[in-house]
């Protein structure tokens, strides 16, 4: 769908945004090495780009239409171009099941992406937060941060995102559970990223991001397993 592909665009030109300014193993502030405590970190920014721009490729099975009509009709779609959608989601569920994270993994693996890239895919989730969190893996970091800066409407604060999402899952009967525990969880992974990077997060922004997006859409994604 055309939110989705715009959300994904955007997620990768925030990934990217950080990717650019991050510093592997000196303190951005004070531009000297870290603390011994501070290990060295590998950023592999093109798997990273990848797996953002492919991260919700099985969402449309989990889309309410309607709903999401009603809670952004600014943003939506004509009624005959939510017919059409409709049956493309029939099309996946039935191609990939209803839950959008097994969907997602379906795709990726018949299209043949390299098992980094499904690794870090793996990691995005609001659910996946604390696990990113104790990682020293700052590839799923970013990915997971980054998913978590772009709503609906954009590019927002990581706060403005946990408001959006506490209003759109506030029925749901897993919306609530654990949510403070994955959001602070989040605040911190937050701050393990721009202790190392070269600008602050609110320097991220949708205005900001929007050139990158356009490059991002020639983007090419290689299919070879490696």
């Not at 099985?58 to 004509?78: C, R, S, W």
């Not at 490059?215 to 397993?225: D, N, Q």
Request: with cysteine; hydrophobic share 40%.
């Amino acid at each position: 769908m055309p939110q989705l592909a715009e959300h994904q665009l955007k997620v990768a030109a925030v990934a990217d945004v950080i990717c650019k300014h991050i510093t592997r193993g000196m303190d951005a502030e004070l531009l000297q090495p870290l603390n011994n405590a501070e290990k060295e970190i590998k950023i592999d920014q093109e798997n990273i780009i990848k797996a953002c721009l492919l991260h919700d490729m099985g969402n449309i099975v989990k889309f309410d239409l309607t709903k999401a009509q009603e809670l952004y009709p600014e943003l939506f779609i004509k009624s005959e171009e939510r017919a059409f959608w409709e049956n493309v989601k029939q099309e996946f569920i039935e191609k990939y099941g209803s839950i959008s994270h097994q969907a997602t993994d379906g795709i990726l693996k018949e299209t043949g992406v390299s098992n980094r890239i499904l690794e870090l895919v793996d990691g995005v989730g609001f659910d996946q937060a604390v696990d990113n969190l104790q990682s020293e893996d700052f590839g799923k970091k970013i990915c997971a941060y980054s998913d978590m800066r772009v709503g609906p409407k954009g590019v927002i604060s990581l706060e403005e995102r946990f408001a959006d999402l506490r209003v759109r899952y506030k029925s749901h009967p897993e919306g609530a559970q654990n949510r403070e525990v994955f959001e602070d969880a989040l605040r911190q992974i937050e701050q393990q990223i721009f202790e190392r990077c070269k600008i602050r997060p609110e320097a991220i922004t949708e205005d900001g991001v929007k050139d990158r997006v356009e490059k991002l859409k020639e983007f090419e994604i290689s299919t070879v397993i490696s």
